[in-house]
């Protein structure tokens, strides 16, 4: 009975918990297909880093509310990718989940010059919440764009 109880009761925790996250999955893939083997790392604002790996090139996470969160995806062999989020939905209960495809860049097929590496540094979107349409989306798509267009006009070595 003590047993049981202690099952709902931990059951209960990881709904509760969960309801209070949002669901981030998606594919790591580059330009050969899936990339195994990736370490994602979870910044929040004012907190230490998390991380896990994920060995399938598919990945499902849930990362905090009312927050601001930095998720980077770091494989060997390729540049990191920077991902920011605004989890701030004002106590909203229902969310959908946000499907996320991340294109990693292969650093033998990019080669990028020294003087252009700190363009990989910038997150290449940042995800907050439309309360109009209740959905997330890329708040900086404009600014995604740009970062997206100088790195295919950047000088490689």
Known sequence: FILLSLLLYQHGICQKQSKNKLQVKGQIVNSQGRVPNVLIRLV????????????????????PLETEIL???????????RIAFDTHVNGKKKLPFFDLKINLNEIDL???????LDLMDFPVAYIRYNFKKKLFYDSNEKYSRIINKELSNVKRN
Do not use: M, P
């Not at 604002?45 to 849930?62: E, H, P, T, V």
């Not at 998720?71 to 990718?81: D, N, P, R, T």
């Not at 990019?110 to 252009?116: G, I």
């Open 110 to 116: 990019w080669n990028l010059s020294e003087k252009n």
């Open 71 to 81: 998720l980077e995806f770091i494989a060997q062999g390729h540049y990191v990718k």
């Open 44 to 63: 929040e604002k004012n907190k230490a880093a998390d991380s896990l790996i994920i060995k399938s090139g598919r990945y499902d996470i849930l990362i």
